[in-house]
């Protein structure tokens, strides 16, 4: 079957502006996950989705960010108006069951805010 | 606060040596330890994990970890090293009923011919 895709795989933006980032998981995974890998940082953990819902969103950086689970599957990662901090790589991942499960991580969107 | 902590950033071992890449959580209760590799180029793969039962995990291509909670450590090791597993490893901890979950910032493994 199909890993995690996500898209797009490179976003170019100029500051201030609206991006949106989408995760699709593997078929049949309930938990999503998003995070944030800065230029030789580790992994930031950003959000978690059990199905639909996040039981806590307290990861996410700023009120700047927010995200989505629709029908327990596709999720997207909103960031309205872009700062330059925000250039990274946004990392999805999915798993079977919920944490803390093995997750199994996509190629991820690099975001480069300008 | 829960975290983990991988001391040394960047490694270099010759092809042949062994390596151990250090891994420790800060958090007491019962951890659920990762490790996963990311190459040039691609995505996040897990290594290897420890939920519960013998420490002594045993992972792909050759890794191996050993849990020692009175060390909170986590170690990945590997007894020969192949110019392949030149990468970034990450350890990482999650807890049941937690919900986030924690990465290392990665140690760099440099691989000398």
């Known amino acids: 079957g199909a890993g995690v895709s996500q898209s797009p795989s490179n976003k170019v933006t100029e500051k201030g502006k609206d991006v949106e980032l989408r995760c699709d998981p593997i078929?049949?995974?309930?938990?999503l996950y998003w995070y944030r890998q800065s230029l030789g940082q580790g992994l930031e953990f950003l959000i978690y989705?059990?199905?639909?819902?996040?039981?806590?969103k307290s990861g996410l950086p700023s009120d700047r960010f927010s995200a989505e689970r629709t029908g327990g599957s596709v999720s997207t990662l909103t960031i309205q108006r872009t700062q330059q901090e925000d250039s990274a790589v946004y990392l999805c991942?999915?798993?079977?069951?919920?944490?803390?499960?093995?997750?199994?991580f996509g190629p991820g969107t690099r975001l480069t805010v300008l | 606060a829960q975290s983990v902590t991988q001391p040394d950033i960047h490694i270099t071992v010759s092809e042949g040596a062994s390596l151990e890449l250090r891994c420790n959580y800060s958090?007491?209760?019962?951890?659920?330890l990762f490790w996963y590799v990311q190459s040039p180029g691609q995505g996040l793969q897990l290594l290897l994990k420890?939920?519960?039962?013998?420490?002594l995990v045993q992972g792909i291509k050759g890794f191996e970890a050993e849990f020692k909670r009175s060390q909170s450590s986590f170690n990945l090791r590997k007894p020969s090293v192949h110019w392949s597993d030149a990468a970034e490893y990450f350890c990482?901890?999650?807890?049941?009923?937690?919900?986030?979950?924690?990465f290392g910032s990665g140690t760099k493994l440099n691989v000398k011919p």
């Open positions: 989705f059990q199905g639909n819902s996040a039981p806590d």
């Open positions: 991942a999915s798993s079977l069951g919920p944490l803390p499960d093995t997750q199994y």
């Open positions: 958090y007491g209760a019962t951890p659920y």
């Open positions: 420890y939920f519960s039962g013998d420490t």
């Open positions: 078929s049949g995974h309930t938990a």
């Open positions: 990482a901890v999650g807890y049941y009923n937690f919900n986030k979950f924690y």
